[in-house]
């Protein structure tokens, strides 16, 4: 049972009550799927023990981390998760639909993204970049060994030779607990003046709006890790390896099956396209370039892949005939 493996038994280090805690907001996530009235389901992919499955399941089911946000240093230990439902996940619901809308009906010729738009966009993407696992494991394994080091000179520094004689050593073996490095991270990464730092990189780039004219056959995916991050030259992709103020990254985010923004730095070659085509929408059709982009979000997923229908129909059902 998926269920029993991503979240929905076993015991809580954080108390009895838990919740699930979506990486990826529910609310983007229903837009990749069909209601059947009740609910909304989504076709979804996974590799589990090298092997790929396919099932379909609520959107209520998938996506997320049981207590993967909970803390210690805060009264409230569902304070970022009630973080991120209040000033993220929230953009998802109306904002982008009325983003999506305003997109839709705009003529191709005129600016279908505003400035307050591409202020929502870039909060929404931020966070998804900065909320993920991957990320906060890459900061735990990476970044924060460098930081704590010279932490931990500095401390030194403030001691009597008396002390450091006898406890240097064990001082630098001291490692604070992952739970608190979560914490740490979190704080560091949301705190309001580098949020909104991160935000203006994005805000201030070249925005080009895709319309997916293969929809229908072809549409844009999505997953628990739906940023993608992009070098111009790069064969790496992701945030730590592009970084995000990058004169050559690119990054990339279907807001919906038919639609996806790219976003470029104004810095990088691709500049020169800013006065003509920023904030435009452009009608898609290459198939291959929708190929390369889902198959690089799918690969790079925590857990599960999103699959519009009709094309998980579709792969479902040539699967059953391969294994026939």
């Keep these: 049972d998926l269920r029993v493996c991503y979240g929905k038994a076993g015991s809580d280090l954080m108390g009895n009550d838990y919740t ?21 389901m989504i076709g979804t992919r996974i590799v589990k023990k090298d092997e790929v499955k396919f099932f379909m399941d609520s959107t209520t089911n998938v996506g997320y981390i049981k207590n993967y946000y909970d803390v210690t240093d ?26 999506i809308a ?20 870039s909060k929404i993407i931020v966070a998804q970049l900065m909320r993920i696992p991957e990320s906060i494991d890459y900061v735990k394994k990476h970044i924060y060994p ?26 630098m073996r001291v490692e604070l607990p992952e739970q608190y490095q979560k914490e740490v991270i979190l704080n560091h990464t949301f705190a309001p003046e580098n949020f909104e730092r991160y935000c203006k990189i994005l805000q201030d780039g070249l925005w080009l709006v895709y319309i997916n004219t293969q929809q229908g056959h072809m549409p844009f ?5 739906p940023v993608l991050v992009e070098g111009i030259g790069k064969a790496e992709i992701g945030l730590f390896a592009n970084g995000l103020a990058n004169p ?35 009608l898609l059709s290459e198939t291959k370039f929708i190929i390369d982009k889902n198959t690089k979000i799918m690969e790079q997923a925590y857990h599960h892949c999103f699959i519009p229908q009709p094309l998980f129909d579709v792969i479902v059902s040539e699967k059953c005939n391969k294994n026939r």
């Design 74 to 99: 805060k009264d409230d230990p569902k304070y970022w998760e009630h973080f991120f439902a209040r000033e993220i996940d929230a953009l998802c619901g109306h904002d982008m639909e009325n983003i």
């Design 20 to 40: 699930d805690q979506h990486i990826v907001p529910k609310r983007y996530l229903d837009r990749f799927g069909v209601s059947d009235g009740k609910r909304t």
């Design 248 to 282: 050559t990254t690119c990054i990339f985010y279907p807001l919906s099956p038919e639609i996806a923004v790219a976003i470029y730095n104004k810095r990088g070659i691709m500049g020169v396209l800013y006065d003509e085509y920023d904030g435009r929408k452009l």
């Design 221 to 225: 995916l999505t997953s628990d890790n």
């Design 146 to 171: 460098r930081v704590s080091a010279q932490a931990k000179e500095q401390a030194l520094l403030t001691l009597p030779e008396s002390i450091l004689e006898k406890y240097r050593e064990r001082l």
């Design 102 to 121: 305003q997109i839709t009906l705009s003529s191709e010729k005129a600016i279908a993204l505003s400035g307050h738009d591409k202020e929502m966009l």
